[in-house]
Structures are given as C-alpha cells and as structure tokens.
C-alpha cells in the first residue's frame, strides 16, 4: 500500500459512533459560526442566517448515519433455492393499451367519425 492510501483510511467513517462524533463536531462549527453571524448582523438577517447554519449538522448527520447503515446478516441458505418472481416494469407516464383478441390495439383507440 502507498503512504497516501494508509492516510487516506484514516478518514473514512466505518461506525454510527464515528458518524455520531463528527455529527457532533459539525454541529458545534454551526453554533459558533451562528453566534458570529448574530453578532455581526443584528436583528433578523443575523438570525435567519444562524439558522441556516443550525440546519446543516441535521442534514450531514442523516447522511452520515444512512452511509454507515449496519448490514443485514446473511439468510440461512436452505436446501431447495427460493425461487423470485420477476415482474415486468410499467410505465407509469402513461396508460397502457389494452389488447383486444382481434390486435394489438385496443377498442378504444378506433375513431368514429
């Protein structure tokens, strides 16, 4: 392994505990970077941009925890394989033509002029 890949691990975030911690780290950032923003812009430009400031550590901690979700153990495997259904994906962004037993059309799709 190259030097640079051995630093590189070190930043990766494998537990909740470590997403927990820089969860924490961001959220204490936040709140001083919010009292500054109350202190240089009285009255409620300072207060909506604290705010704003509050709002990240939710956001990058529910990201954080979904990327280091624990995994879900192996099923036991049996003797006889589970067989999957398959089902053919719809469009949903329009409706499908119904087969009539005369085509591939549907009756409705005749004119009548």
């Known amino acids: 392994m190259t030097k640079l ?3 590189g691990r070190l ?3 494998k537990t909740r505990l470590e997403a927990y ?7 204490v950032g936040a709140v001083e970077r919010g009292v500054h923003y109350m202190q ?4 409620n430009a300072g207060v909506i941009l604290a705010a704003a ?3 990240v550590p939710f956001i990058a901690g529910a990201k954080l925890l979904d990327s280091v ?6 099923p036991a495997k049996s003797a ?7 089902y053919r994906q719809l ?3 329009r409706p499908r033509a119904g087969r009539s037993a005369h085509g591939l059309t549907s009756p409705r799709s005749h004119r009548t002029d």
């Open 5 to 7: 890949s051995k630093i």
């Open 11 to 13: 930043f990766v975030i």
């Open 21 to 27: 911690l820089v969860t924490y780290a961001i959220a």
């Open 40 to 43: 240089n812009y009285p009255g």
């Open 53 to 55: 400031c509050l709002g």
């Open 69 to 74: 979700r624990p995994t879900e153990a192996a």
């Open 80 to 86: 006889a394989p589970a067989r999957r259904r398959e």
């Open 91 to 93: 469009s949903r962004s």
